[in-house]
């Protein structure tokens, strides 16, 4: 069978692989995971993969990618990382948990709740000065207090998400104000919260360093389990591995010409006046896939090849005198935005590769 082109190749055991070595290293420090798997449209043998590498919960933003791997048999706890209030009956219906921050939304998850005679799980997200989602700390107690009072909810949790929006640090400071935060609600609440939530894959390098982690014992991972990275810093994560996704696009021209276009200069098919190093005649090579693919600054070549510049159909690469014929294979490593547009992309196959059974503990 001829291989599909442009396609991306997945192997699942370098996922489940780094799923396992993460969640040892956390399991240590009592840290459990929460495998997020977003940037994949929830693809199930992924999810699949997480929870054989030892992850105890599927996180994702979209009801849709939630629907997607329960209908494909997937058995886990399921946690929705985005509430919409709209979307409170399928909510209520489709996941075991879902991270809230907002009075009239719960309201609507409690109603939906008896409806269906449900008890709906939340954690509660505390803003820690990322300015993405949370509850500001001051705002917390009447919140959960209100939410004491609504039918069919259950308060499993708090947490909080940073270095998304502001690249604001998780570092000890703040793990130990969420730590806190837990502590005082307890003392106000007859509750008990047994999920506190620090972070994803920008957590790293604290839980690492820590070894206290006071009362933080889950972590939502998704890039760090997919490309082996931490995310404050890009930095490979030792012992994962860093490319279990490969796109791979087809030459489709490749010929020698000069670097800098001639004629009148004037703006191109994205409204940018580009300008141009002149590097002297050199071998350009056109590959078939484009910004209606791929996110493509997301893109790195394998080879010694080098973008140039893309339209909505075309990438065009420096070859550096490499030959790159008509119709090769071209190879690109991925980061987290160039995964998710290319996982989102009807044009894309993907390829899972490798064996598919559990390499031996
Ligand atoms: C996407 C997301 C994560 C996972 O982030 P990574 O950087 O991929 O680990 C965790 N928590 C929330 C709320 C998210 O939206």
Redesign the pocket.
């Known amino acids: 069978m001829k291989a599909l082109l442009p396609r991306i190749e997945i192997s699942l055991s370098q996922i489940r692989h780094n799923a396992r070595i993460l969640s040892e290293l956390h399991g240590k420090k009592g840290i459990s995971l929460m495998g ?1 798997t ?2 994949t449209l929830g693809d199930p043998a992924i999810a699949k993969a997480m929870i054989q590498g030892g992850v105890k919960f599927i996180a994702d ?1 979209r009801l849709e990618n939630i629907k997607k791997m329960k209908k494909a048999g997937i058995l886990t706890q399921f946690v929705l ?2 509430t919409a209030l709209s979307q409170a009956e399928a909510v209520v219906r489709n996941v075991d948990i879902s ?1 809230n921050t907002e009075l009239k939304t719960v309201r609507e998850l409690s109603r939906y709740a008896q409806i269906y005679h449900r008890i709906h799980q939340i954690i509660i997200m505390v803003e820690m000065g990322d300015l993405r989602e949370g509850i500001l700390p001051c705002d917390l107690s009447q919140f959960i207090k209100e939410v004491l009072g609504l039918p069919n909810i259950k308060i499993i949790g708090i947490g909080c ?1 940073l270095a998304c929006y502001g690249g604001i640090k998780p570092d000890t400071k703040k793990m130990g104000e969420l730590s806190t935060l837990a502590d005082t609600i307890e003392k106000e609440f007859p509750i008990n919260l047994e999920i506190i939530s620090g972070g ?3 957590n790293y390098e604290w839980s690492e360093s820590t070894p206290q982690v006071g009362r933080i014992n889950n972590l ?5 389990i997919l490309l082996g990275c931490e ?1 404050l810093n890009r930095k490979a994560i030792p012992g994962l591995y860093t490319s279990a996704f490969k796109l791979i696009a087809e030459a489709i021209e490749s010929k020698e010409k000069p670097s800098v276009p001639f004629g009148e200069i004037c703006q191109n098919a994205f409204g940018v006046v580009p300008t141009f190093r002149d590097r002297g005649i050199h071998r350009r090579v056109i590959i078939a896939l484009g910004r209606q693919d791929i996110l493509v600054s997301g893109l790195s070549p394998n080879n010694d090849l080098e973008i140039l510049g893309s339209s909505s159909d075309h990438v065009v690469l420096d070859s550096h005198n490499n030959a790159c014929e008509v119709g090769s294979e071209v190879k690109f490593n991925l980061d987290y935005g160039g995964l998710l547009s290319a996982m989102t992309s009807p044009f894309i196959t993907k390829q899972f590769i490798g064996s598919s059974y559990i390499v031996a503990a």
Do not use: D, P
């Open positions: 997020v977003k940037a933003s990382l985005r991270l998400n994803n894959s920008a939502r991972l998704g890039e760090s995310t």
